[in-house]
């Protein structure tokens, strides 16, 4: 079992910027590929960018790339996405998620455990 917990979030006006945190632990949660999901009000939960077991590989949503990083330290089994350039629309519930496999998925089903949300509020 993984334990996943995140931390970081916030309020924030339009163009600044966040760093979420996510800690895994438990059953060596430095194994796992990390993703990042969001979900808005009325809207379904949505890939934000995720991360391979290495670290060496990175995947981003069109709509966040070139303004957020995805990063790992696996010394700490903590996970990073730094968000810049923050829009109203970035608005939601972050929530961070392991997968039992090393290689990353856009699909948040492939993902096995889940921490339980943070939210990010953007003003305009």
């Known amino acids: 079992q993984v334990q996943v917990v995140e931390s970081g979030g916030g309020l924030v006006q339009a163009e600044g910027s966040l760093r979420l945190s996510c800690a895994a632990s438990g059953r060596t949660g430095s194994s796992y590929a990390m993703g990042w999901f969001r979900q808005a009000p009325g809207k379904e939960r949505e890939f934000v960018a995720a991360?391979?077991?290495?670290?060496?590989?990175?995947d981003y949503a069109d709509s966040v790339k070139g303004r957020f990083t995805i990063s790992r330290d696996n010394a700490k089994n903590t996970v990073y996405l730094q968000m810049n350039s923050l829009k109203p629309e970035d608005t939601a519930v972050y929530y961070c998620?392991?997968?039992?496999?090393?290689?990353?998925?856009?699909?948040?089903?492939?993902?096995?455990?889940w921490g339980q949300g943070n939210q990010v509020t953007v003003s305009s």
């Open positions: 991360i391979t077991r290495s670290g060496g590989t990175t």
């Open positions: 998620a392991a997968r039992r496999l090393p290689i990353l998925s856009m699909t948040w089903g492939h993902y096995d455990y």
